[in-house]
Structure formats: structure tokens, C-alpha cells
């Protein structure tokens, strides 16, 4: 799997949206970028992957480069419950299923 | 509701004492997997299931068994815990088709302090 890199912490005012990057340039083809949060030590929770195109759902947007290099996560209107541990986690599906958890983007929402 | 369960979700325990921390998911996913987080080292794998009866170790498997007996349920079994083994334990599951529907989806944890 592709390694990541990510900004270790971030700010963001609540009401404002939140975009977390991250960089993978030796992504290949089939790997996909997903995104993962932790909040506190509650168990990493699902946000959002694509392979190329951007994508959107209930929770965040998705919006991979062109080049696939990098990726960033968009939490449109971010609350103070979105304060958590970003993981941007690049690979691709099944492949013995393992998750590489980098040390991810410390997302602090203030009021 | 979709989800991952773990039981318990705190346990002290002391040396030796056998001890098993169970988990139950009930999207009728393939693949189930055990991951222990300890401070400044992430989540590490220690074992993995792709189906029923097929399981695998993965990067920290010293000092763990598990099972799959059944499709929704795969136990995590400390033999003989040691204090080296205290840390938050994640349990996982996904459909393991290995498409692009593939994503995991972890359990709340289980706290365990070996005394």
C-alpha cells in the first residue's frame, strides 16, 4: 500500500469548512484513497474513498488531483463534534484486508 | 442498525488469567479482523479472518488466539495475558470482496489492563 502524508494538526472555526489534505504520490492505479476518523478512543469510523473521481455522502467530500497524487477531505460545516484524528489510508481493496494507520491530521474544532 | 460489537468494553485482569474479548458484527461480512492501538504506534493487525474456519496472523500475533467458527462472531483469546498486553483493542469487519465496496467498520473497543 501506498504511504501517505498528512499535516499532523489543523484549525478550524465551527460553522466553517474543514479541509484536511493529503499527499500520496506513489499511489498505483488500483489503490484507492480512504478516509477514516477517530474521535478520542472511540473506534475509527468510516468517512468516505474513491480511485478518481470525487466523491461526496452525508458526512464529507472527496476531491482527488488529476494526477492522483493527492486528495482532500472536506467537511463542509464543521462542529465541534468533528474534532478527531484525520486518516488519509491509501490501498487497495481486500489485499488481506490490513489498514496502515499513519499518525493521520489532529483535526481541533473551535468555537 | 449496522454494526460491530465488542464485549467487554473495560476489563482488568492479572497475569496468567485467561481471557477472552469477544466480537459480533451483523452485516454478514467476510473478512473480520483484530487490531490493537497503542500509544505512539497506531493501529496494529493481529489477526484476520477472510471466512468462516480461515484465519491468518497479521503484524503482532505473539500471545493471541482466534477463532471462526461462525460467520458473524470471532473471539480474541489471551491464553495467558501479560502486561505487555494491555492497550485498546479494535475488532473489524468488511465485506471482503475486495471491490470498491470494500470498507471496514470497527467496533467501539475493548480497554484491557493486565495487572
Known amino acids: 500500500d501506498a504511504k501517505t502524508t498528512q499535516p499532523p494538526s489543523m484549525d478550524c472555526a465551527e460553522g466553517r469548512a474543514a479541509n484536511l489534505p493529503c499527499n500520496h504520490s506513489?499511489?498505483?492505479?488500483?489503490?484507492?484513497v480512504y478516509w477514516y476518523r477517530q474521535i478520542h478512543s472511540q473506534g475509527p469510523q468510516y468517512i468516505i474513498h474513491g480511485l478518481k473521481n470525487n466523491e461526496t455522502n452525508e458526512m464529507a467530500s472527496l476531491i482527488i488531483t488529476e494526477d492522483r497524487k493527492s486528495s482532500t477531505l472536506i467537511l463542509p460545516h464543521a462542529t465541534l463534534r468533528d474534532t478527531a484524528v484525520y486518516y488519509c489510508i491509501v490501498r487497495v481493496p481486500g489485499n488481506t484486508g490490513k489498514l496502515i494507520f499513519g499518525q493521520g491530521t489532529t483535526l481541533q474544532v473551535k468555537p | 442498525e449496522a454494526q460491530v460489537t465488542q464485549n467487554p468494553r473495560y476489563l482488568i485482569t492479572v497475569t496468567g488469567k485467561k481471557l477472552t474479548v469477544t466480537c459480533s458484527q451483523n452485516m454478514n461480512h467476510e473478512y473480520m479482523s483484530w487490531y490493537r492501538q497503542d500509544p505512539g504506534l497506531g493501529l496494529r493487525q493481529i489477526y484476520y479472518?477472510?471466512?468462516?474456519?480461515?484465519?491468518d496472523k497479521g503484524d503482532v500475533p505473539e500471545g493471541y488466539k482466534v477463532s471462526r467458527k461462525e460467520k458473524r462472531n470471532f473471539p480474541l483469546i489471551l491464553e495467558s495475558p501479560s502486561p505487555n498486553q494491555t492497550s485498546l483493542y479494535f475488532c473489524?469487519?468488511?465485506?471482503?470482496?475486495?471491490?470498491?465496496?470494500?470498507?471496514?467498520?470497527f467496533g467501539p473497543g475493548t480497554r484491557l489492563t493486565v495487572l
Open positions: 473489524a469487519s468488511s465485506s471482503g470482496l475486495g471491490d470498491s465496496t470494500d470498507t471496514q467498520y
Open positions: 506513489t499511489i498505483s492505479g488500483n489503490e484507492y
Open positions: 479472518s477472510m471466512n468462516v474456519e480461515v484465519t
